[in-house]
């Protein structure tokens, strides 16, 4: 079974600039989550989505950063105009949505972004 | 707000021995608690959970337990070899949040000499 795919794995832009972000989760997998990594940081949730729906984005810096799923499986995160502080690894993770009260979640290997 | 606490930013063991790993959370009372390793330029891998209402559970060499009345989980890694160098995060459910939302702690970074 192949696992989450992002791509690309390392970005480095100026600040100010836009980036996005590409998201392929395992197949078959109902629900997609965005999270963002800062170094020496546990991942932070920025938004989840459950087919092509969003199901949480109280933590998505909406001034700047957006997010869409349009047919319910990829995804693409953007971020206009990046900040110094939005450098970190931005981690996509898919989970099935079996129906109980957990779902465990794979996650793709990240995104480095660097903002100079 | 919840707030989850992994004390220990690095831990230092010598091959074959036992790691443990704390994790402390506060103004909570989740319903289960899970445990990731991470890996260098890799994305977290899930461990294991456990629910609130099992004390203890078990997966080859690691161990989990669940405290509730001290709002803790300890994780032990037993016969510790170097390949399981890595950074181990844990995680509680977000209660304010939908279904599957997780918070993560900071993360242990442990490593294992031989």
């Known amino acids: 079974e192949a696992g989450v795919a992002q791509s690309p794995r390392y970005k480095i832009i100026e600040k100010r600039q836009s980036v996005a972000f590409w998201c392929n989760p395992i197949?078959?997998?109902?629900?997609l989550y965005w999270y963002q990594q800062i170094l020496g940081q546990g991942p932070k949730l920025l938004i989840q989505?459950?087919?092509?729906?969003?199901?949480?984005d109280s933590q998505l810096p909406k001034d700047r950063f957006s997010a869409e799923r349009l047919k319910g499986v990829d995804s693409t995160l953007k971020i206009q105009p990046a900040k110094l502080e939005d450098s970190a690894v931005y981690l996509c993770?898919?989970?099935?949505?079996?129906?109980?009260?957990?779902?465990?979640?794979?996650f793709g290997p990240g995104t480095r972004l660097t903002v100079t | 707000s919840q707030k989850i606490e992994q004390n220990s930013e690095a831990l230092n063991i010598q091959e074959g021995k036992t790691a443990t790993l704390t994790c402390n959370y506060t103004?909570?009372?989740?319903?289960?608690l899970q445990w990731y390793r991470q890996d260098p330029g890799r994305g977290p891998v899930f461990l294991l959970l456990?629910?609130?209402?099992?004390k203890e559970k078990r997966k080859e060499r690691l161990k989990v337990t669940f405290d509730t009345t001290l709002k803790q989980s300890l994780f032990h890694i037993t016969a510790s070899q170097p390949a399981d160098s890595a950074t181990y995060l844990c995680?509680?459910?977000?209660?304010?949040?939908?279904?599957?939302?997780?918070?993560f702690g900071k993360g242990t970074k442990l490593s294992v000499k031989p």
């Open positions: 103004n909570y009372s989740p319903a289960y």
């Open positions: 456990i629910r609130e209402n099992e």
């Open positions: 989505f459950q087919n092509n729906g969003v199901v949480d």
């Open positions: 995680a509680l459910e977000d209660y304010g949040g939908s279904q599957g939302n997780l918070i």
């Open positions: 197949s078959g997998h109902a629900t």
């Open positions: 993770a898919s989970s099935l949505e079996a129906g109980g009260d957990w779902d465990e979640q794979y």
